[in-house]
């Protein structure tokens, strides 16, 4: 075992991480669960997601048989939902073409949708005891500070001197010790600001550390200007007895919230009103802006100005499965992106219901 691994699982095993929700098991549906969820998304986050997502769906059999629709809405509010229609077609495929078993390899891992080279090499050596190098940002961190490589780690060349190195690290025995402690150390100690370097048990021969470059290492992405983008939504809100109904339209499965509700768009430049006959043949003298939202993407910034538009009886309107009318009752159960819902949370009155 080389040095660097030997200090690393020494060091896990006395200050690493133990009690997260998804360790203490070797259950690949809940280690690879927590590691979809992982992606782009900090543990403090990501827990409570976790532990509610296993309430409704607590083993792979009952993800797979579940609607879309149910697992956007346990998923909503986490973000980057391409993820959560993956893990649903997965976990279809598991059960479809592997009898309910995950694959044991991390070649075979990564055939799965939404499982990449690093989340398969997670996912064999926690469960399986393969021995396989895991890269994801914290240990893309450890890595270009620990061995001082310079550049943007995102680019190919640099990317792929990462891989090598941490091929070579790999310890030949204690995978999972290992695995957890590089994890550990990126998240805890070797931090992206204000690295704790003073208790780093790999400081004496970090690159970083001894050449003062901390804060320079990893190079960030290049800079680009952030784009900004408007957007305008309809908020057409009908009664149907004593309870508000405000229509809400299901994306396209691919793309920016794709599967998930949201409120109908309108086209640049053209009026809410125009749009509510363009769209659903509806007429309308009067529509109210509400209080714009703004949401920030990983490329751009979206600013959505929603556009209330009131309407006295729910309108006879063509049948469309993309379409639902919503009250307070059944809003929760609709997956939506979080802007959408905090838009939908803020103005209270909207789905109110009279006595």
Request: proline share 8%.
């Amino acid at each position: 075992m080389s040095k660097f691994a030997d200090t690393l699982v020494s060091w896990q095993r006395q200050h690493g991480r133990h009690d997260l929700p998804w360790q203490q098991t070797r259950d690949p549906y809940r280690v690879w669960l927590s590691e979809i969820m992982l992606q782009q998304t900090q543990v403090d986050t990501v827990i409570p997601y976790y532990n509610r997502f296993l309430q409704h769906f607590p083993d792979i059999a009952s993800l797979a048989a579940a609607p879309q629709d149910a697992v956007l809405a346990q998923w909503s509010g986490l973000g980057y939902y391409a993820r959560a229609r993956n893990l649903h077609k997965a976990a279809q495929i598991v059960m479809a073409e592997h009898g309910g078993r995950f694959p044991q390899t991390a070649a075979g891992l990564v055939e799965l949708p939404g499982i990449g080279r690093s989340t398969a090499a997670a996912i064999a050596s926690f469960c399986f005891g393969e021995r396989a190098a895991i890269l994801d940002g914290n240990v893309k961190r450890v890595l270009c500070r620990h061995r001082g490589v310079d550049g943007f780690p995102g680019e190919r060349a640099v990317e792929t001197h990462l891989w090598a190195l941490a091929e070579a690290l790999l310890p030949a025995e204690g995978i999972d010790t290992y695995t957890q402690a590089l994890m550990d150390l990126g998240a805890t100690l070797c931090t992206r600001s204000r690295p704790t370097c003073a208790i780093c048990p790999v400081a004496a021969d970090c690159v970083a550390r001894e050449t003062g470059r901390q804060a320079e290492l990893p190079a960030a992405r290049p800079r680009k200007p952030v784009p900004q983008r408007a957007l305008d939504v309809l908020v057409l809100r009908a009664r149907r007895g004593n309870a508000s109904r405000v229509l809400m339209e299901r994306r396209p499965a691919s793309g920016i919230w794709g599967g998930l509700y949201s409120l109908p768009e309108c086209q640049e430049g053209e009026s809410p009103l125009a749009c509510a006959q363009r769209r659903f043949g509806i007429t309308a003298t009067e529509a109210e802006a509400l209080p714009p939202v703004r949401h920030s993407f990983t490329h751009f910034t979206l600013t959505l100005t929603p556009w209330l538009v009131e309407l006295p009886t729910l309108p006879r309107m063509a049948s469309d499965d993309n379409l639902y009318w919503a009250d307070a009752d059944t809003l929760p159960s609709l997956g939506l992106p979080a802007p959408i819902r905090r838009l939908l949370a803020d103005v209270p009155a909207l789905l109110e219901t009279q006595e």
